[in-house]
């Protein structure tokens, strides 16, 4: 499934959020400089901030179709599996991975980037996780379950930080396993969106899993979606909470 994004990289670069400035902010005001690696750079969305704050950013990606669109948008990027990928001896201050850490070997990848992190550079895993106007989660949930409750995603998309706490305690375990880096934090950074119908019917194909139903069974569950946004009034705001595991390399290399 991890491979499964690069279908459509110019759809997915369209459609997903972006992750606010001040989340990338806070990362680089607590990092020894603006050297960053990007596990899972994707089409570039989650370096974008970090661009824009004039980090040096390389990415690495599984997806040489996202590769390629990440290299459209000005960023250098290595296709390869993290775990397994050669940093011919270059090190980072800041190594981020953005709705990206879940695929990745939590104990593994935390001891990889400890050996690309310069003394005191952060390991800094984020998510984007969100949360519907109540109402329309309920109508939401309706159509998951009519149209697909014969698989896990029956009981719909993932919503707000609660249901994304097993992944964080995942991640924040595994950079305690790896043994080089202080105690982690979680930082939130709240903010909002507001989607009309459109959009938000193109977010809905690129969310994992969904991405690879039938196209009558994905054709299915947008029509029902769209009927109850449009019930809604055509359009909602979505309340995000994008939250970041992170982390201080402690000793040197």
């Known amino acids: 499934m991890a491979e499964s994004f ?4 110019a759809a997915y670069h369209q459609a997903r959020p972006n992750y606010p400035q001040a989340l990338a902010d806070r990362i680089i005001a607590a990092s020894p400089g603006r050297d960053v690696l990007d596990v899972g750079i994707g089409t570039g969305i989650s370096a ?23 290299r459209s948008q000005g960023f250098e990027v290595a296709v390869a599996k993290f775990e397994d990928w050669n940093p011919s001896g270059r090190t980072f201050d800041i190594v981020i ?30 998510w984007n996780t969100f949360q519907f106007p109540p109402d329309l989660a309920g109508s939401l949930r309706a159509v998951h379950a009519r149209v697909l ?3 896990p995603f029956g009981r719909g998309m993932f919503a707000g930080p609660d249901a994304y706490s097993p992944i964080f305690d ?17 930082w939130r950074t709240d903010w909002q969106r507001t ?29 029902g979606i769209g009927a109850a946004i449009d019930a809604a009034g055509g359009g909602f705001t979505m309340t995000y909470a994008a939250v970041t595991v992170i982390a201080a390399r402690t000793d040197a290399t």
């Open 6 to 9: 690069g279908a459509d990289a």
């Open 170 to 186: 995942k991640t924040a375990d595994g950079i305690r396993h790896a043994g080089s880096f202080g105690e982690p934090e979680q």
């Open 48 to 70: 974008q901030g970090f661009q824009s704050a004039g980090c040096r950013v390389l990415g690495v990606d599984v997806d040489a179709r996202m590769a390629e669109f990440a």
């Open 149 to 151: 409750g014969d698989t």
């Open 195 to 223: 989607y009309t119908r459109d959009e938000w019917l193109a977010v809905v194909p690129t969310a994992g899993g969904l991405n690879q139903l039938p196209d009558d069974k994905l054709g299915e569950l947008l029509a």
């Open 97 to 126: 991975a953005g709705q990206t850490w879940h695929w990745i070997d939590p104990v593994a990848g935390a001891a990889k980037a400890a050996r690309v992190l310069r003394s005191g550079g952060q390991i800094a895993a984020f």
